[in-house]
């Protein structure tokens, strides 16, 4: 009898040791930013990227701080029920399309040409990177599931 709660036990232990074990999620992982230490983080990636001048830095800074105050914003109306965050998804969707156009429009008044097409190709690697992410989380949910 105890040969075989000894044996049990060091099956259990090798299964248990021989996982992979991750050391926490992706997020915890990242960065933990205060929103005004993010605000500082894109507008220096942006500088060194598009080379702008300090007139252009406190401009984008301006619209990075209207744009924060919007999401906050919708992040407030968003605490709503699952049913009603489902009826109003496509409504939120083209009014953030439409939030990204006037964004654009008014980032071509204050960089130049090439500024403009820097930092428009970056906006779609940042949003390939998101959709990739997105996807992985839910193959992964998936796999999780079944």
């Given at each position: 009898m105890k040969k075989l709660i000894i044996a049990a036990l060091l099956?259990?232990?090798m299964t248990t040791y021989a996982q992979n074990k991750k050391d926490g999620s992706e997020r915890t992982k990242m960065e933990r930013l205060t929103p005004q230490e993010r605000q500082e983080k894109q507008l220096k990636k942006m500088t060194a990227e598009l080379s702008l001048n300090a007139k252009q830095q406190e401009q984008i800074n301006q619209l990075l701080?209207?744009?924060k105050l919007k999401r906050?914003?919708?992040m407030d109306k968003n605490k709503t029920s699952k049913e009603e965050m489902k009826?109003?998804?496509e409504?939120?969707?083209s009014e953030m399309q439409q939030e990204r156009k006037i964004l654009e429009d008014k980032m071509k008044v204050i960089l130049t040409p090439e500024q403009f097409t820097t930092w428009?190709?970056?906006?779609e690697k940042n949003r390939e990177k998101v959709a990739n992410r997105m996807k992985e989380r839910s193959n992964k949910r998936t796999e999780i599931e079944n």
């Open positions: 099956v259990v232990g701080t209207d744009q906050e914003k919708m009826m109003q998804h409504a939120k969707k428009k190709t970056n906006q």
